[in-house]
């Protein structure tokens, strides 16, 4: 992924938040029922990412002009709607914990009804290992079946790591058609009718210049 970041062209940048670009290499933990509550995590943690460093690059500017309290009230503001979705997938981490222990539970509560139905046709041990078993399945469940939604929501990292692998790179660093081995042996730079534009989506904003440096001249 960062070998792909490295390639892709400035009009990625000018137009991404460097928060949102920093937060594709972070943590990647989910859970299949809060998957798309997860999402909203990431996307949301961008922006507290992206003020921050902003904020930190103009503390000299905005302590010039007064605005500490204006930049602090916009730090809240952009915690507080992150905080929102973290609060969301932490409850629902608890629903599901909720619900294993109490499948958990009615194991042992149906192991020790038929231990106590089955009376003498059963010994001391057995009944004994059937409920110690029972006690086991809490821990049972909780494990495995994480471990199953960790599998399943991992992909969501892989997904948001192939969104950036399947974006439009420039050309490659080192183009196949080489100079000369002894070049540069003048320094002199020409441009012809040479045009470039900001982005594919713009007008060009220098068309046709052409002009000669010739060696010592800036």
């Known amino acids: 992924m960062l070998d792909n970041i490295l390639h892709l062209p400035l009009q990625f940048f000018e137009t991404t938040p460097m928060g949102q670009v920093l937060n594709r290499f972070t943590k990647r933990y989910y859970i299949a029922s809060s998957r798309q509550i997860r999402r909203l995590d990431g996307a949301s943690r961008s922006p507290v990412i992206s003020h921050f460093s902003e904020t930190l690059q103009g503390a000299s500017t905005i302590r010039a002009y007064g605005h500490q309290e204006r930049f602090i009230g916009q730090n809240k503001d952009v915690m507080n709607e992150n905080l929102v979705c973290y609060y ?13 222990e109490f499948l958990g539970n009615l194991m042992v509560l149906f192991a020790a009804v038929f231990a106590v139905q089955a009376g003498d046709q059963m010994t001391s041990g057995t009944v004994g290992l059937s409920i110690t078993y029972a006690l086991n399945i809490t821990q049972t469940l909780n494990f495995w079946v994480r471990k199953a939604c960790e599998i399943e929501t991992n992909g969501v990292a ?8 399947e974006m439009e ?13 002894d070049w540069p042996d003048r320094g002199t730079i020409e441009f012809t009718n040479y045009q470039a534009r900001y982005r594919e989506d713009h007008d060009l904003a220098l068309r046709d210049v052409s002009f000669r440096l010739h060696e010592t001249e800036k």
């Open 88 to 100: 969301n997938n932490v409850i629902s981490n608890r629903w599901l914990a909720v619900r294993l």
């Open 158 to 165: 892989i997904e948001r790591v192939c969104e950036y692998e």
């Open 169 to 181: 790179k420039e050309a490659p660093w080192i183009l196949p058609r080489r100079p000369a081995a």
